[in-house]
T-cell receptor, first 110, second 111 residues
Framework: EDKVVQSPLSLVVHEGDTVTLNCSYE??????LLWYKQEKKAPTFLFML????IEKKSGRLSSILDKKELFSILNITATQTGDSAIYLC??????????FGKGTLLTVNP | SQTIHQWPATLVQPVGSPLSLECTVE??????LYWYRQAAGRGLQLLFY??????ISSEVPQNLSASRPQDRQFILSSKKLLLSDSGFYLC??????????FGQGTRLTVV
């Protein structure tokens, strides 16, 4: 059974802090790992990772995948209150099955 | 460009009533389609996914079912709703090489 575990489940920080969110996985026939941000309704796409060791970056957000150790991290530097959201990690496996973790609820206080 | 439509946005149904949620995708052909449920703002639980017409994989045994009568249409159904079926339902699609794109979701409350 495919499995995605995110940690921590929740996190409260102050504006300006740097946070690291973790995602570990067990999946048959790994295809890709995806990160999403969800604020109110539909999750919005952040990154898709398929190769180990290649960092993807978008502004203050960055992510990297380790296919040997089966995990990924999402970093957010200089956090802002607008970063408050649920961050979701998903892994694509056999037959295009897409499994999500339980998410990390990030709260950034001013 | 591709778009995904999911409706209704909110739904309040009595226990024991039937359910039908519909999702359609435009601008692509033969998409992979997914139904997820999200409880209390947490992670997404995969309910069903489909890689083609009439091909449905079920992940969680329950009183819900899914059908794909047309290439870009995915329907989530129940014959008799339970209180535990309340939640936020999300439909998504991929074209096998890209990220998943989500509909706006349906908030279902069973009373």
């Amino acid at each position: 059974e495919d499995k995605v575990v995110q940690s921590p489940l929740s996190l409260v920080v102050h504006e300006g802090d740097t946070v690291t969110l973790n995602c570990s996985y067990e999946v048959t026939n790994f295809r890709s790992l995806l990160w999403y941000k969800q604020e109110k309704k539909a999750p919005t796409f952040l990154f898709m990772l398929t190769s180990s060791g290649i960092e993807k970056k978008s502004g203050r957000l960055s992510s990297i995948l380790d296919k040997k150790e089966l995990f990924s991290i999402l970093n957010i530097t200089a956090t802002q209150t607008g970063d408050s959201a649920i961050y979701l990690c998903a892994v694509g496996g056999s037959n295009y099955k897409l499994t999500f973790g339980k998410g990390t609820l990030l709260t950034v206080n001013p | 460009s591709q778009t995904i439509h999911q409706w209704p946005a909110t739904l309040v149904q009595p226990v024991g009533s039937p359910l039908s949620l519909e999702c359609t995708v435009e601008g692509t052909s033969n998409p992979n389609l997914y139904w997820y449920r999200q409880a209390a703002g947490r992670g997404l639980q995969l309910l069903f996914y489909s890689v083609g017409i009439g091909q449905i994989s079920s992940e969680v045994p329950q009183n819900l079912s899914a059908s794909r009568p047309q290439d870009r249409q995915f329907i989530l159904s129940s014959k008799k709703l339970l209180l535990s079926d309340s939640g936020f339902y999300l439909c998504a699609w991929t074209d096998r090489s890209t990220e998943a794109f989500f509909g706006q979701g349906t908030r279902l409350t069973v009373v």
